[in-house]
């Protein structure tokens, strides 16, 4: 499939079929007229994946969902994967995941569940086989912060200077769990999570599998460039994200109850903007949907 631009209008839609609204710069799109908690139609289903494909980051609005619901939307676009992370996943269903700062007596926890998810990232690229898409809901959200910004790294590296794209061309990285941890000052990997997750190899610059676009493909996740110095690797590395990250390439999540999100990890970014953890409530329900190599 060719890669299809942003700002092109998706077809008129006849009535009873889901509707988009693009963000101002065609990243991120709204999904209008269409209920989650129902099965969702073929044709319904493939408006959506086209917008995906599109917009790279979509947003539902309104979407009172339970988990089962949830996970039944997420394995429209594939097969689900489980979670490193034992602790967040949900007590009935393993592949659904609860970051909450939520006590069983209504009282917070005072801190931010995973404090890897308020750097950049993208989800599970610490395996052999990353996440396709991630697919939130909010069943709680806090009144001030708590906002989940993506950046689009396809626009990102298109942007970049021939001479940088050169410098990229045929590097690859090693993506660590142990080593996330470690930069976000998390509790270490577990000794069962290491063998579940050593350390992969991928390319600094992905293909999309779908699109064909490229993008760059770093994040939190990341140890080191292969054959590289640590420190020439770390300095090139955020010299990447500093520009990946700049406003024109972000687009802002702002929580609404009931919210349901999901973006294409392979062409994204994103992170969590700090909230007061210790006042407010705020809990997200994740399921992803497993991917492919980067190649």
Same mark, same amino acid.
Not at 43 to 48: N, R
Not at 75 to 86: S, Y
Not at 217 to 239: K, L, M, Q, R
């Given at each position: 499939?060719?890669?299809?631009?942003?700002?092109?209008?998706?077809?008129?839609?006849?009535?009873?079929?889901?509707?988009?609204?693009?963000?101002?710069?065609?990243?991120?799109?709204?999904?209008?007229?269409?209920?989650? %908690?129902?099965?969702?139609?073929?044709?319904?289903?493939?408006?959506?994946?086209?917008?995906?494909?599109?917009?790279? !980051?979509?947003?539902?609005?309104?979407?009172?969902?339970?988990?089962?619901?949830?996970? $039944?939307?997420?394995?429209?676009?594939?097969?689900?994967?489980?979670?490193?992370?034992? /602790?967040?996943?949900? $007590?009935?269903?393993?592949?659904?995941?609860?970051? /909450?700062?939520?006590?069983?007596?209504?009282? %917070?926890?005072?801190?931010?569940?995973?404090?890897? %998810?308020? !750097?950049?990232?993208?989800?599970?690229?610490?395996?052999?086989?990353? /996440?396709?898409?991630?697919?939130? +809901?909010?069943?709680?959200?806090?009144?001030?912060?708590?906002?989940?910004?993506?950046?689009?790294?396809?626009?990102?590296?298109?942007?970049?200077?021939?001479?940088?794209?050169? +410098?990229?061309?045929?590097?690859?990285?090693?993506?660590?769990?142990?080593? /996330?941890?470690?930069?976000?000052?998390?509790?270490?990997? %577990? *000794?069962?999570?290491? +063998?579940?997750?050593?350390?992969?190899?991928? =390319?600094?610059?992905?293909? &999309?599998? *779908?699109?064909?676009?490229?993008?760059?493909?770093?994040?939190? &996740?990341?140890?080191?460039?292969?054959?590289?110095?640590?420190?020439?690797?770390?300095?090139?590395?955020?010299?990447? *994200?500093? &520009?990946?990250?700049? =406003?024109?390439?972000?687009?802002?999540?702002?929580?609404?109850?009931?919210? !349901?999100?999901?973006?294409?990890?392979?062409?994204?970014?994103?992170?969590?903007?700090?909230?007061?953890?210790?006042? *407010?409530?705020?809990?997200?329900?994740?399921?992803?949907?497993?991917?492919?190599?980067?190649?």
């Amino acid at each position: 499939m060719p890669e299809l631009a942003a700002n092109t209008a998706l077809p008129a839609n006849a009535a009873g079929l889901p509707t988009i609204t693009p963000d101002e710069n065609g990243f991120g799109a709204e999904i209008g007229n269409i209920d989650l %908690t129902q099965p969702i139609s073929d044709a319904a289903f493939e408006i959506i994946h086209e917008a995906f494909l599109r917009h790279k !980051v979509l947003v539902f609005r309104g979407q009172p969902l339970d988990d089962a619901a949830h996970q $039944a939307f997420a394995q429209r676009f594939g097969p689900l994967e489980g979670h490193i992370n034992v /602790s967040t996943r949900h $007590a009935k269903l393993p592949q659904v995941q609860v970051f /909450s700062n939520v006590k069983a007596d209504g009282t %917070t926890t005072g801190v931010h569940p995973e404090k890897g %998810t308020l !750097v950049w990232h993208t989800d599970k690229s610490y395996v052999a086989e990353p /996440s396709l898409t991630t697919i939130l +809901r909010s069943p709680a959200i806090a009144k001030k912060g708590g906002d989940t910004l993506f950046a689009d790294m396809a626009r990102a590296y298109g942007d970049l200077p021939q001479a940088t794209k050169d +410098r990229l061309e045929g590097l690859m990285c090693v993506h660590d769990w142990k080593r /996330s941890r470690e930069k976000s000052n998390e509790r270490p990997a %577990t *000794e069962d999570e290491m +063998r579940a997750a050593p350390p992969v190899v991928h =390319p600094m610059v992905r293909t &999309h599998p *779908e699109t064909g676009a490229k993008a760059l493909y770093i994040g939190n &996740h990341t140890a080191c460039i292969v054959g590289w110095s640590w420190a020439d690797s770390d300095s090139f590395i955020a010299e990447l *994200e500093t &520009h990946a990250t700049q =406003p024109q390439y972000i687009y802002r999540h702002k929580w609404q109850v009931d919210d !349901v999100m999901m973006w294409d990890n392979r062409a994204t970014l994103h992170c969590v903007e700090p909230y007061d953890a210790a006042n *407010e409530k705020r809990a997200v329900h994740r399921v992803v949907v497993k991917g492919d190599r980067p190649y």
